[in-house]
């Protein structure tokens, strides 16, 4: 039986092939990623403290020691709802009561979820570590930042945007078109890095023309995650794709690139 008739199965056949049942879980998936697409512009204004209402250096602020327990705490259920639901052995278990089509949209959803609760409950710790004082340098501090968030956005499309946020599983289910098994894939700036994704995300964290002490907990633990989740993520494609994936990590650079790919 294949992971798919086995999905099939677990729902009820009638049910997972029925046309209303694909449509639902289309719907599902299109509002997924709309939660998705507001919370990743939410995070970019949270981060670099512009355009809403509570940022990563505002709202009630609370003893030091209290904001620092409750910020770690926040990132933490992040981290873990993010590289537990991303495991295949979590997927084999829990698709035994989630559909597989909507699988990958209830991860982005959950994680987009954890997000809004991390910046809705944030607490400020607004002491300045540094502040660029020259105006054209903190412009060009800003740009940097901005040029992170790019590089993410832009990545997620040249690795497969649609799949990694659940809009392509939905889209196959509701036409009948068997999903693509997933394929190793090095274009463009995955010629130079392994992960410019997280290279993005690491940039426009750091590049912080003001940086506070809430600030800097928030990059140096979501620095800290993004090499464990690297690590996880990578052993998972070692498993995946063998060989080619490990003559890929042999010849491409992690994050930096200073070897030139072949
Ligand atoms: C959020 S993306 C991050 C991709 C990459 N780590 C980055 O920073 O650009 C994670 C997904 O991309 C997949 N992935 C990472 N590198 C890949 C590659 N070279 N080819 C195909 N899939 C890849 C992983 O299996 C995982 O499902």
């Known amino acids: 039986m294949t992971q798919l008739d086995h999905q099939v199965h677990s729902i009820g056949p009638e049910v997972a092939g029925s046309r209303i049942f694909r449509f639902i879980a289309f719907l599902y998936g299109i509002a997924a990623y709309l939660v998705f697409f507001v919370t990743v512009l939410?995070?970019?204004g949270f981060v670099m403290g512009v355009m809403v209402p509570k940022t990563i250096d505002t709202g009630a602020e609370a003893p030091v020691f209290r904001a620092v327990i409750i910020n770690l705490l926040l990132m933490s259920l992040f981290a873990v709802q993010h590289s537990v639901m991303a495991r295949q052995q979590f997927k084999?278990?829990?698709t035994q009561f989630v559909p597989k089509p909507v699988e990958r949209s209830t991860y982005v959803l959950f994680a987009s979820l954890s997000l809004?609760?991390?910046f809705w409950q944030w607490r400020p710790l607004p002491t300045v570590i540094w502040e660029v004082e020259n105006p054209d340098l903190a412009v060009t501090v800003v740009t940097l930042s901005?040029?992170?968030?790019?590089?993410v956005f832009t990545s997620t499309f040249i690795?497969?945007?649609?799949?990694?946020f659940?809009?392509?599983?939905?889209?196959?289910?509701?036409v009948g078109r068997e999903a693509a098994p997933p394929r190793f894939k090095t274009p463009l700036l995955y010629k130079f890095v392994r992960h410019p994704i997280y290279l993005g995300f690491i940039i426009a964290f750091w590049a912080a023309p003001v940086m506070t002490v809430g600030h800097l907990l928030f990059a140096a633990v979501t620095t800290i995650y993004i090499f464990v989740g690297i690590a996880l993520e990578e052993h998972d494609l070692v498993e995946l794709f063998g060989d080619e994936y490990r003559q890929y990590k042999q010849r491409v650079s992690m994050l930096i690139p200073w070897r030139r790919s072949v």
């Not at 659940?166 to 509701?174: F, N, R």
Request: hydrophobic share 65%; charged share 5%; aromatic share 20%.
């Open 42 to 44: 939410y995070a970019i």
């Open 92 to 94: 084999a278990w829990w």
């Open 116 to 118: 809004l609760l991390l």
């Open 146 to 151: 901005f040029a992170g968030w790019v590089l």
């Open 159 to 164: 690795i497969n945007h649609f799949e990694l």
């Open 166 to 174: 659940g809009l392509s599983q939905v889209t196959d289910h509701l």
